[in-house]
């Protein structure tokens, strides 16, 4: 199977640089907790973690078994402070509780909580990782019993995630630098809608390919990021139209790199292959810039581009991404899906893009400094100007506080 953008290859990047700003916790008594990941201390977060979790720990020093806690994150500030409290079990009545407070910076978040109920004098500390796609895992220690105990284990959230602080809505109206079907000539149909989605209230949905060979689905964007700050891709993808489970390798990605000061289109192409996904929920497809590809596209010269991402040489930066549906052949007839939550992880920045169908002002603030122009109406319309922007929202959404923007289909 060939990965490609499609082969016509330069007509992509004339569609490109048009707009070149496309640029419980465990419930064996287990308190304070400490959520820490390796380095960047001091590095403001990407991520906002209020919100409700589900933690399991696993206890692999001094004590056995998996213990499920619930957890609710409150009140972040921007210095990255919050409060923390929850306890065990998960979703019950708890015979543990506990409470305390915390911080993020960076990827790193550090919690310290005391139990209330069921477990006096314990303390724990937990050290992990925030992940691309907000989920959080690591290791766990504690004082149990009575506060003189050593016991230790490790912890992963298998219920809610972090979202990142830096989301840009995706519509219509504004594809934040998003440029979809560069190519006319292999393009598929698609569109904004609110009949599926993974975040927010929408998603884009990929119309079925038709029947010429040559039809796919692209959705690029430029970045360059130097590839020495460059960490992930995550991304939310669910198949539709007649497509199964196995045609998750259809839902691929594409990074385009390029040497320090080359004028080629690229010089090393990475494709990151799905190995699952589901025609019922969606799946989020996680690639780190340390991870093997699944193939490699190398220009004919005389550089041989290397096995990962991470290993290009100094200087080199990540062009631009692509997101795919099918691969120009004729079984991907009648292929569909959706794409949402595509986050763009480097210099420990998380740039979530939402798809949407609308982007409504919340406030009449949101109006102002151009902002009207990211804004839309409950149908996806853009605004003239920042007074249609104002007005819509003092007469449609703050006069009609029961406003709903309804259900759309595809």
Known sequence: MQYEIYKGVRKIRSKLDLSKTLMALVALALPAVMFVTAGGASAATPWNLNGSYEIAF??????????????????????????????????????????????????????????????????????????PSGTMSGTWTDNYPDGIGSRGGTWATTSGTASTTNTKVVTAANTQGWVFNPDPTNATPYNFTENQYSIGDGSLYVQPIGSTAAHKFIAAKTLGTPVSTFESVAYDFLIAGNGTVADADQFYLNVYTKLAGSTNYYDCRYDYVPATGSATNFTTATFNSTDAPSAIADRPDTFSCPATLSGMPAGSTVDFIALNV??????????????????INAADVATTYDFELTNEPSSKDDCKKHGWMNLTDNEGNPFKNQGQCVSYFNHQLHGHPGHDHGHQSN
């Open 58 to 131: 696993t206890c692999t020093s001094g004590c056995s078994g998996t213990y499920t806690h619930d957890a609710t994150i409150s009140s972040q500030d921007s210095a990255g402070s919050f409060n923390i409290a929850g306890g065990y079990p998960a979703g019950g009545s708890h015979t543990f509780e506990w409470s305390g407070t915390g911080n993020v910076s960076g990827n790193a978040v550090t919690t310290s909580v005391n139990y209330s109920l069921g477990a006096d004098s314990t303390h724990m500390n937990m050290a992990g990782n925030v992940a």
């Open 326 to 343: 099918g691969d120009t052949s004729a079984s991907d007839t009648g292929l569909a899906g959706y794409f949402d939550n595509v986050v």
